[in-house]
């Protein structure tokens, strides 16, 4: 990539075609949509939306397989698309039916750093650095574990959004057909921080002990806390920033102590010391009548600063839309690739392809390959290449949940 190029969003009409025509996966794309084919009008049935140049949105769009997605995505170039479920009639013909209904759909969550603007001191609203993304990697930990050890889904893609978030599919049949209600329930599981602005304190842990799955979590928590919080975030370097955390503890002697304390400290680090060893004292000291301050005080303090925001909107309706992997990201240019969670703290958003990047490095590959390698496909002449690779990866995994299925359909067919 040269030297100057750096994306501006007045390139996006220009670079879209291109990265159409010749770096977009449409074979596996519609090897996840098809889901083995299984039922033949899974993917015909499910909606797309595309968002095309200048805000024109477009609902209901639906496609019978590859070559007919392709078609329209390179004639149409939408800036955006978006992913919904698999009705029970083409998306298309949706006004000629009275009970168009969904049927199935990905178990869906995303999560935006914007949700974290009231933890989060380096950066606010669109923008975002090394330090917050931190949230997002400790997120994907936690999600990424809840939902495999708590539920026993295998098939979990995590994609970045593009700009300042994650989402992740949840692709296991089970997951697929949970109803509106079952959604709701895992989503009000996995939703531990809860309140809107208003509220100080979001989160409370009652009885005697915690959940294994809160556990976990602070655990996950704990091995990213002083970095994140107390060095990164500086949770508790000056005296309007060690108020807010103050201000969960319930009992007010307790909370005027802790205030003194603070003072004495020389950084966030000293100061949490000192917090967590005077509120481990203050439990002990008091029985649970005398006290509105919980044992686990500490963790509901970490859990706070830390634990993942789901907008649970989104996991709960399920004819919710959701932006789909490979989409490019106006404002940054950067394609929503998908990502490893086992190597979450790897990942680095700014390291993400943009659209011009991938387009000047399929043009200086083009120029510079010998004879042999031209016929390589295009998207391995890029910075394409691992996120496809991970994208197949979890494609010929989710294979094994069709495959007997498919074999099943046609022992059902045989006749002896």
Same mark, same amino acid.
Not at 42 to 68: C, G, K, P, V
Not at 273 to 278: G, T
Not at 281 to 292: A, F, L, V
């Given at each position: 990539?040269?030297?100057?190029? *750096?994306?501006?969003?007045?390139?996006?009409?220009?670079?879209?075609?291109?990265?159409?025509?010749?770096?977009?996966?449409f074979?596996?794309?519609?090897?996840?949509?098809?889901?083995?084919?299984?039922?033949?009008?899974?993917?015909?049935?499910?909606?797309?939306?595309?968002?095309?140049?200048?805000?024109?949105?477009?609902?209901?769009?639906?496609?019978?397989?590859?070559?007919?997605?392709?078609?329209?995505?390179?004639?149409?170039?939408?800036?955006?698309?978006?992913?919904?479920?698999?009705y029970?009639?083409?998306?298309?013909?949706?006004?000629?039916?009275t009970?168009?209904?969904?049927q199935?759909?990905?178990?869906?969550?995303?999560?935006?750093?914007?949700?974290?603007?009231?933890?989060?001191?380096?950066?606010?609203?669109?923008?975002?650095?090394?330090?917050?993304?931190?949230?997002m990697?400790?997120?994907?930990?936690?999600?990424?574990?809840a939902?495999?050890?708590?539920?026993?889904?295998?098939?979990?893609?995590?994609?970045?959004?593009?700009r300042?978030?994650?989402?992740c599919?949840?692709c296991d049949?089970?997951?697929?057909?949970?109803?509106?209600?079952?959604?709701?329930?895992?989503?009000?599981?996995?939703?531990?921080?809860?309140?809107?602005?208003?509220k100080?304190?979001?989160?409370?842990?009652?009885?005697?002990?915690?959940?294994?799955?809160?556990?976990?979590?602070?655990?996950?928590?704990?091995?990213?806390?002083?970095?994140?919080?107390?060095v990164?975030?500086?949770?508790?370097?000056? /005296?309007?920033?060690?108020?807010?955390?103050?201000?969960?503890?319930?009992?007010?002697?307790?909370?005027a102590?802790?205030? *003194?304390?603070?003072?004495?400290?020389?950084?966030?680090i000293?100061?949490w010391?000192?917090?967590?060893?005077?509120?481990i004292?203050?439990?002990?000291?008091?029985?649970?009548?005398?006290?509105?301050t919980?044992?686990?005080?500490?963790?509901?303090?970490?859990?706070?600063?830390?634990?993942?925001?789901?907008?649970?909107?989104?996991?709960?309706?399920?004819?919710?839309?959701?932006?789909?992997?490979?989409?490019?990201?106006?404002?940054?240019?950067?394609?929503?690739?998908?990502?490893?969670?086992?190597?979450?703290?790897?990942?680095?958003?700014?390291?993400v392809?943009?659209?011009?990047?991938?387009?000047?490095e399929?043009?200086?590959?083009? /120029?510079e390959?010998?004879?042999?390698?031209?016929?390589?496909?295009?998207?391995?002449?890029?910075?394409?290449?691992?996120?496809?690779?991970?994208?197949?990866?979890?494609?010929?995994?989710?294979?094994?949940?069709? /495959?007997? *299925?498919?074999?099943?359909?046609?022992?059902?067919?045989?006749?002896?």
């Open positions: 990539m040269s030297a100057n190029s *750096k994306y501006t969003p007045d390139m996006l009409v220009d670079l879209l075609p291109q990265y159409y025509k010749r770096l977009f996966p074979p596996q794309y519609a090897r996840w949509l098809q889901y083995g084919n299984v039922d033949k009008n899974y993917m015909a049935n499910r909606e797309l939306s595309f968002t095309l140049e200048d805000d024109i949105y477009i609902r209901y769009q639906s496609f019978s397989n590859q070559e007919e997605l392709e078609a329209e995505m390179i004639k149409r170039c939408p800036h955006k698309i978006d992913l919904g479920a698999v029970n009639a083409r998306p298309t013909e949706h006004k000629k039916l009970n168009f209904t969904p199935e759909r990905e178990l869906v969550f995303d999560i935006d750093l914007t949700d974290y603007d009231d933890v989060r001191t380096c950066c606010s609203g669109a923008k975002i650095c090394a330090k917050c993304w931190r949230y990697t400790v997120a994907v930990k936690i999600l990424d574990a939902l495999r050890d708590d539920f026993g889904f295998q098939h979990i893609l995590w994609v970045y959004s593009g300042r978030g994650v989402h599919w949840v049949p089970e997951a697929r057909k949970l109803t509106g209600a079952a959604r709701g329930a895992v989503a009000e599981y996995l939703q531990v921080v809860s309140g809107g602005e208003h100080t304190k979001k989160v409370v842990l009652r009885g005697p002990t915690v959940h294994p799955s809160i556990h976990r979590a602070n655990e996950i928590i704990k091995a990213d806390f002083e970095q994140l919080c107390l990164d975030q500086d949770i508790l370097g000056s /005296k309007d920033a060690w108020n807010k955390v103050l201000a969960l503890i319930p009992d007010d002697d307790l909370r102590e802790c205030g *003194k304390l603070m003072e004495s400290g020389k950084d966030s000293d100061r010391n000192k917090l967590r060893i005077r509120c004292q203050y439990t002990r000291e008091k029985s649970y009548r005398q006290r509105k919980s044992e686990f005080i500490m963790m509901e303090i970490m859990l706070q600063f830390a634990y993942p925001r789901l907008d649970i909107a989104v996991s709960k309706g399920m004819n919710h839309l959701l932006k789909a992997p490979f989409c490019i990201h106006p404002k940054t240019g950067r394609v929503c690739v998908p990502f490893n969670p086992a190597k979450a703290d790897k990942f680095n958003p700014e390291e392809p943009t659209v011009l990047q991938l387009v000047e399929i043009d200086a590959f083009t /120029k390959a010998s004879d042999e390698l031209k016929n390589v496909k295009a998207y391995k002449k890029t910075s394409m290449k691992d996120p496809v690779g991970i994208f197949e990866e979890f494609l010929s995994n989710l294979a094994s949940t069709w /495959k007997g *299925k498919l074999i099943e359909k046609s022992d059902n067919k045989m006749e002896f």
